[in-house]
């Protein structure tokens, strides 16, 4: 089968730098993706790494390793408006799976 | 610009009844999706679309979901008799072509809600 696993939930303070781990298991694997959801709204789109590596997109950064079947997510400098929900995904060449999310609580 | 769009926003229906879900996908994008999440659980997969066509409707749950695409534009997902599993968020989604390097960024509506009692 075709699984992504993520923890379920993580809670940190202000400020601080919180990392959103993911591993796959898939049949296919063109890219990992990540995508935040918050309460009542649409998924949105965050990052896409295709080749192993940090990519940096501001105070968010993704990190893929394909040997590994591995990424995480990195949120730095976290604020308030960070809580939400953190979904992996990969593309798998035909279409995109996603993992059950996990949900940051950022606390004061 | 306007976004992928879903109608309606939130549905309360009961067992056995049928309830049709709307999407407009953004304009240009040939490839729409549906996905659906229930609480605390991943946003799976139901199918793809590629234009009028169905690519993929691996994710379908059973006969009860029939999914169209007309003419390759809006899409409809229609369950038929509801039951109470069928509870949930459905999301639709779209995406132009797969990119390499830049992948396949999808985007998503704000869902339908849907609720069978």
């Known amino acids: 089968g075709q699984s992504l696993e993520q923890p379920s939930e993580v809670t940190a303070v202000e400020g601080a730098i919180v990392q959103i781990n993911c591993t796959y298991q898939t049949s296919g694997f063109y890219g990992l993706s990540w995508y935040q959801q918050h309460d009542g709204g649409a998924p949105t789109f965050l990052s896409y790494?295709?080749?192993?590596g940090l990519e940096e997109t501001g105070r968010f950064s993704s990190f893929l390793s394909r040997s590994d079947s591995y990424g995480y997510l990195l949120l730095q400098e976290l604020q308030m408006k960070d809580s939400a929900s953190y979904f992996c995904?990969?593309?798998?060449?035909?279409?995109?799976?996603f993992g059950a999310g996990t949900r940051l609580f950022v606390k004061a | 610009e306007a976004g992928v769009t879903q109608f309606p926003s939130h549905s309360v229906i009961e067992k056995g009844q049928t309830v049709t879900l709307r999407c407009d996908p953004i304009s240009g994008h040939d490839n729409l999706y549906w996905y659906r999440r229930v609480m605390g659980k991943e946003i799976k997969f139901l199918l793809h679309?590629?234009?009028?066509?169905?690519?993929?409707e691996s994710g379908m749950p059973n006969n009860r979901f029939l999914a169209e695409r007309t003419g390759g534009t809006y899409s409809t997902l229609k369950v038929q008799p509801a039951e109470l599993e069928d509870s949930g968020v459905y999301f639709c989604?779209?995406?132009?072509?797969?990119?390499?390097?830049?992948?396949?960024?999808?985007?998503f509506g704000e869902g339908s809600w849907l609720t069978v009692v």
């Open positions: 679309f590629v234009k009028e066509s169905k690519q993929d």
């Open positions: 790494n295709a080749l192993d």
């Open positions: 989604a779209s995406s132009q072509e797969f990119r390499q390097g830049a992948g396949n960024t999808i985007y």
């Open positions: 995904a990969v593309y798998t060449g035909f279409k995109t799976i």
